[in-house]
């Protein structure tokens, strides 16, 4: 490589240098490939950033050796498994991602090498931005950017052509509203973003707040992350037995890009250097991370301190630091003019040094004004050793220009950056100069990224912290509720107040005012258990319904990750990419509860459920459960659907099951697009005889029963059976009961269904003669059943995964057209298995019996029924089916011509605003 080196805007932070490439390289500002035979162009030492000479004056990609110190609030990512990824690039060191173990957030689109965790910027979407005081008309949101990794269908919106790179990491994505550019297109682009073709439903982050607290965004969201833990700390001997940072293909780690790899026949025939490894303090030897760093063998030891500082992407003035040489007997300042040949080495290892901090009597340190509205992104502040967080607090006030503050009236916290963002609050009786210190000499890296903010003592998200509590016993009163959360918590983490109780469910929200004794709460409740099984805790957000823009209806949605096999897991997690995480719930966490506890104060939103018939209906009932503690008593609900049959989601449009080809960001135009309509929904009334009533009664009386309790109510959506159709419904969902890990793909879940059913044609009629086990009125009116095996009452025209069994109209039928809003229900009847697999092919319809609104059955003997595919036996007695109070808003998916939303035409809009007078400052 070519010792000249070249000039870039100091915002930049990169250290270019000529090189000739001896392969086919492309720059990362235009993608076009470099050409020449050597010197071909430049390269960042440190973050291996690639760039034509006439591209380097239009480079707007920071380092990353400063990208950290850009951010103005730092959040933290949300990182998934570690998992091989193939046409992706690390956002650290910019190299493919190929044949290497990598993380990404599950957040953004941030994707790294396992060994490039370490310099991963913590410029994760901030989705809680809520500013009490601050009215909505003041809210400027602007774009997040993310370089490179863009789909491939990428178009710019300045110059429409293509920005999709697959050669390197190029590009420009915003995080929010999707819009992409290539990176010399940035500029003509203004900052403000209004979330693009999803505002209608996007919940904006100024509506949501959350305090920042330790507890990271995976709990808090419910993202299940299975990490490998961090080994523990080997002794020295073990230590230096391998070089842990160099990857398998043999090149050397990031944050040393510029080192090349000691077993590559270039170096070996280099006698002129020396690869010198470098620990960052003792919190470096403790992990067993440390960068190699190639030096020229007479180079200075300010050479090598360099070297060794930018290996960290430390950016401090090199006057405050020292190397040592790590084998000497005792730690000395290295003040050799040429120090890499007098360096102790050991039989097989590579000469290494600390790097250390000078333990200076006075200092810098930067303060961040965090949620406080002052137009500085932040204020240097002269400290000593004798300087107090108290005195810190003040000088900072003055430097920000706020007039007549109480300095008690604030706070000031202390936040680290390392692998996350945490955050600790300091006394006033605490010393700035010495926390900075003592960060030095474990860390340097460590200690370049600590920040301290300053924050009104007043928590901006109280004091109605809520925490939400599920797999406590059903039923209970509210007193029993409180002595067990009491008796988990202790005095010392009482909540202030309890919010909702959920009995039927076993679950309940309780308050706090203060976020720290929140934590401890949400901790101590996730070890306790009730009969052996761990308690559910979730630490919720609030919305401000009033910085929600009118004309929006944020999009609440529901995911069964536990239906479609993985599907739901996928589409989980692409939701949360497009829109705000914290309106995206996994039901394997608490069910819809949560959610509609989150969303209980916005006045108009819909919901989007991803999951079977059956996820449906729960969401339904659970909106029945908390409607008249809502402002939204009937969102209007769209489906996703995952489930096997369907139903539902078919008559409303939404298809007859996901298949992973469809593009989530479709899916959520088509919600937009959708037009409302209402769904009938209908009780059934399950009363046993009278006889075995009064025998449950006499065995029951110690236990102070009435007859009462035996009669069952259920909520009915799609359709209610009796006799041969529940009893296949039935086998099949024991079978599923047994044996769950069998039936996670909807292919096979039918082809059982089918094996079922031809098993009960051979063997036996289970539901033999069943006309004359049951009676039926219809409206009042006894309705003469014909020969048949099986009763089908239907509220939707799609049974057994699609099928129709009222079959099509006709001139000479006696029955009303019937569908989902009519106040009617139709009642088929089916004569056995053959019949019914005749029905589920299309080639027969079923035997028509009766339409009507009030619906009474008397059952002679235990006959098996289903509820919207829920089977059981049912014993003899009356069933009543009615018209219900309670109705269903549904969204049906819209056919024939879309009304999209056009991007281009909203982006021409945008364009032709006023550009940003400082398009590099929100990169990140």
């Known amino acids: 490589m070519a010792s000249v080196s070249a000039e870039t805007p100091a915002s930049h932070g990169h250290s270019f240098s000529k090189k000739t490439f001896h392969k086919p390289t492309y720059c990362h500002s235009c993608t076009d490939m470099l050409w020449g035979l050597i010197q071909q162009g430049y390269i960042c030492e440190v973050c291996n950033f690639v760039v034509h000479d006439r591209c ?231 992990r067993r991370i440390f960068r190699v760093i190639s030096v020229p063998r007479q180079a200075t030891t300010e050479q090598v301190l360099t070297l060794a500082l930018r290996a960290f992407h430390i950016t401090k003035d090199p006057s405050n630091f020292y190397l040592t040489d790590l084998y000497a007997a005792e730690e000395i300042e290295l003040c050799d003019p040429t120090p890499v040949l007098s360096l102790n080495r050991k039989e097989g290892k590579r000469p290494a040094v600390f790097l250390r901090f000078k333990d200076n009597d006075v200092g810098e340190v930067r303060v961040y004004p965090g949620k406080l509205q002052v137009s500085e992104s932040f204020c240097i502040v002269s400290v000593s050793e004798a300087t107090t967080v108290a005195d810190l607090i003040n000088e900072a006030l003055e430097k920000f220009g706020l007039q007549n503050f109480n300095c008690d009236d604030y706070r000031c916290s202390e936040i680290l950056l390392d692998r996350g963002v945490t955050e600790r609050v300091l006394s006033w009786d605490e010393r700035p100069w010495d926390i900075v210190k003592k960060l030095g000499k474990d860390s340097i890296r460590q200690m370049e990224l600590m920040r301290f903010y300053l924050q009104l003592k007043q928590d901006p998200h109280g004091p109605n912290l809520a925490l939400f509590v599920g797999n406590l016993p059903p039923n209970l009163s509210e007193r029993s509720y409180e002595n067990m959360l009491t008796e988990f918590l202790g005095k010392e983490n009482r909540f202030s107040s309890i919010g909702p109780i959920y009995y039927e469910y076993g679950s309940m929200v309780i308050i706090y005012e203060d976020s720290n004794k929140a934590v401890r709460a949400l901790y101590a409740l996730r070890e306790s258990k009730y009969e052996d099984k761990h ?170 029963s009435t007859s009462e309790d035996n009669t069952q109510i259920y909520v009915m959506n799609n359709y209610f059976g009796i006799g041969v159709d529940a009893d296949l419904c039935l086998d099949f969902h024991n079978a599923r009961e047994e044996n769950p890990n069998k039936f996670k793909s909807r292919l096979r879940n039918k082809g059982v269904y089918v094996t079922m059913g031809l098993r009960k044609m051979v063997r036996r009629k289970p539901c033999k003669d069943l006309h004359k086990e049951i009676r039926l009125e219809v409206d009042g009116k006894l309705v003469e059943l014909p020969q048949v095996e099986g009763i089908i009452i239907l509220n939707i025209l799609s049974w057994g995964s699609g099928a129709n069994p009222w079959g099509p109209d006709t001139k000479e039928d006696q029955f009303y057209t019937p569908n989902h809003w009519d106040g009617m229900l139709e009642v088929v009847g089916v004569t056995g298995v053959m019949h019914l697999g005749q029905i589920q092919s299309g080639l027969r319809g079923a035997m028509r019996i009766a339409q009507g609104g009030h619906i009474k059955i008397h059952l002679n003997s235990d006959i098996p029924v289903q509820v919207d595919g829920e089977p059981w036996v049912q014993s003899p007695g009356d069933i009543v089916v009615l018209k219900s109070a309670l109705k269903a808003t549904m969204l049906k998916k819209t056919k024939g011509k879309m009304k999209r939303r056009n991007t281009e035409s909203s982006m021409q809009l945008a364009l032709q605003a006023a550009p940003s007078s400082d398009p590099d400052e929100d990169i990140f």
């Open 56 to 286: 380097l004056k239009a480079v707007v990609s920071p380092c990353s050796s400063i990208a950290a110190s850009l951010i103005k609030n730092p959040v933290a990512h949300c990182w998934s498994e570690q998992v091989h990824r193939k046409r992706k690039f690390c956002n650290v060191c910019r190299k493919r991602l190929d044949d290497n173990l990598s993380i990404h957030c599950e957040i953004c689109e941030y994707f790294v090498h396992i060994e490039c965790q370490d310099f991963a910027v913590a410029n994760c979407n901030e989705n809680a931005t809520y500013l009490p005081g601050k009215e909505l008309s003041a809210v400027k949101h602007t774009h997040h950017w993310r370089e490179g990794n863009l789909p491939s269908s990428s178009k710019c919106a300045v110059c429409k052509k293509s920005c999709f790179s697959a050669e390197c990491l190029s590009g420009f994505r915003c995080e929010w509203c999707g819009m992409t550019l290539h990176a010399y297109c940035y500029k003509n682009i203004p900052q403000e973003c209004t979330f693009g073709n999803l505002e209608p439903i996007y919940l904006p982050p100024h509506a949501v707040s959350i305090p920042r607290t330790e507890v990271p965004m995976e709990a808090i969201i419910g993202v299940q992350v299975r990490r490998k833990e961090v080994l523990a700390p080997r002794s020295i001997s073990e230590e230096f037995s391998s070089d842990a940072r160099y990857r398998d293909n043999g090149e050397p780690a990031q944050g040393a890009a510029h080192s090349r790899d000691p077993r590559s026949p270039k170096e070996k025939e280099d006698k002129e250097r020396e690869m010198i490894k470098v620990y960052d303090g003792n919190s470096s030897l403790r």
């Open 535 to 704: 308690l559910l805790v979730m630490l919720l957000p609030s919305i401000e319904p009033s910085m929600v823009p009118s004309g929006v209806q944020p999009l609440l949605v529901f995911v069964n990750v536990k239906s479609g096999g993985c599907q739901g897991l996928q589409l989980i997690s692409s939701f949360r990419k497009l829109l705000n995480p914290y309106q995206v719930f996994d039901l394997d966490n608490g069910g819809p509860l949560p959610g509609l506890y989150v969303f209980r104060h916005i006045k108009d939103y819909k919901i989007l459920v991803c999951g079977g018939d059956g996820t449906i209906g729960w969401v339904l009932q659970c909106l029945d459960n908390v409607g008249q503690d809502s402002e939204c008593s009937s969102p209007a609900c769209a489906i996703v659907p995952l489930g096997t049959g369907n139903d539902l989601a078919r008559v409303l449009c939404w298809g007859s099951g996901y298949t992973g080809d469809e593009d989530p960001l479709n899916l959520l135009r088509d919600v937009i697009d959708a037009e409302e309509i209402i769904l009938d929904r209908w009780t059934v009334v399950f009363h046993p005889e009278e006889k075995e009533q009064t025998q449950v009664v006499c065995n029951a009386a110690g236990a102070g």
